[in-house]
């Protein structure tokens, strides 16, 4: 029985190389928004956009972008992907990853705007010398490795494009405006950004004085399973939902590990996340090379698959993906987990959830 679904494979392969070409960075509690009234970056910034938002068509080569370009009310006008994009309808085109493009196939489009992440070594040469003759506006991103880079792809705390006077036409880096920027949608941005902090940070009230079980998350059942490692934003939400990351002194931010050294790990539990694979079943099968190791995760029924379309995506869903790591892993805080994953980011959460819990 094949334990990682075939479709699934390419997809962490596509996400475990962007992961490594990124940088590690040392990961802390989420910040708060920054203040509104602060003095903005004085980068250059493309030139009026008279445009109207109806008229966008914007392409978006990586799910967390496409993700936020949803939130931001741009469903419609997303009119092509990239691959792997488990977000997007599947009828939407898709153009390749983001190191081989199908540029004619992009063209056609017609895109205004392309959102995309990228390596150390930025957008394609080919995609910037189109974005600088006219032809879109071109915002090439770094991998996030943390929750506050993830939340700069929505809300780069800067001035909509649109106010903006400037011929650029292409931003790359940390400097790159966010989407909310990009796309005129300045305070609905910063809106969701604020309500999916206080989210996370409510997480973290509930389960900031409990034990800190050590947990183990994976990205494949075969062995050598491959975990997370510090330096990503799993790593960061598994702190905010009250976890101990089991890989955290590995020496790469992506290790593997075969049965002997998962022995030697002994994690309490292990949270395998596996997109769009069936939920999990008792006894399930295809945790048999798991549960039949001597360890406390296998001792105490604490390995759990978690198959959330988003689970893997650094967006806006990083709060129900931290809901869910600290349910499976302090499950008597089901009930006050329930309001902060399930109330939208366009509401805010009801007043009867306890602002601090332990």
């Known amino acids: 029985m094949t334990n990682t679904p075939q479709k699934f494979l390419p997809l962490l392969l596509t996400l475990t190389l962007t992961f490594l070409l990124s940088a590690c960075g040392e990961q802390s509690a989420p910040a708060q928004p920054a203040n509104r009234n602060a003095p903005q970056s004085t980068n250059a910034a493309p030139a009026p956009d008279t445009n109207p938002?109806?008229?966008?068509?914007?392409?978006?080569?990586a799910p967390t972008l496409t993700e936020i370009a949803f939130n931001l009310g741009f469903t419609d006008q997303v009119v092509g992907v990239g691959q792997y994009d488990m977000i997007a309808s599947p009828d939407t085109p898709v153009l390749g990853t983001f190191y081989q493009i199908d540029t004619e196939k992009l063209l056609s489009l017609k895109p205004t705007h392309i959102f995309m992440l990228t390596g150390k070594d930025g957008p394609p040469a080919d995609l910037t010398k189109l974005a600088d003759q006219g032809l879109f506006k071109l915002f090439a991103y770094s991998y996030p490795e943390t929750i506050d880079d993830a939340l700069q792809l929505l809300d780069s705390d800067g001035t909509a494009l649109t106010n903006i006077d400037t011929p650029q036409n292409s931003f790359t880096g940390p400097d790159a405006p966010g989407l909310g920027q990009a796309l005129n949608k300045t305070q609905l941005a910063s809106e969701l950004k604020s309500e999916l902090y206080t989210r996370l940070n409510k997480i973290?009230?509930?389960?900031?004085?409990?034990?800190?079980?050590?947990?183990?998350?994976?990205f494949a059942l075969a062995?050598?399973?491959?975990?997370?490692g510090s330096g990503s934003v799993n790593d960061q939400l598994l702190g905010i939902a009250g976890g101990t990351n089991a890989a955290a002194n590995a020496a790469i931010s992506a290790p593997t590990f075969d049965r002997e050294s998962l022995i030697a790990l002994a994690p309490d539990a292990i949270l395998a996340l596996l997109p769009d694979v069936n939920p999990q079943v008792e006894n399930d099968p295809r945790l048999a090379s798991l549960t039949s190791l001597p360890i406390p995760a296998a001792k105490n029924k604490q390995i759990f698959i978690l198959n959330s379309p988003t689970i893997l995506i650094p967006g806006l869903t990083m709060h129900q993906t931290a809901a869910s790591f600290a349910q499976s892993i302090h499950p008597n805080l089901k009930d006050q987990l329930a309001p902060i994953a399930q109330t939208p980011l366009t509401q805010p959460l009801p007043e009867s959830e306890p602002a601090n819990q332990n």
């Open 204 to 218: 973290m009230q509930l389960t900031k004085n409990l034990d800190k079980p050590n947990t183990l998350m994976i």
């Open 223 to 228: 062995e050598p399973v491959m975990a997370s």
């Open 53 to 61: 938002a109806s008229n966008y068509r914007i392409v978006t080569l």
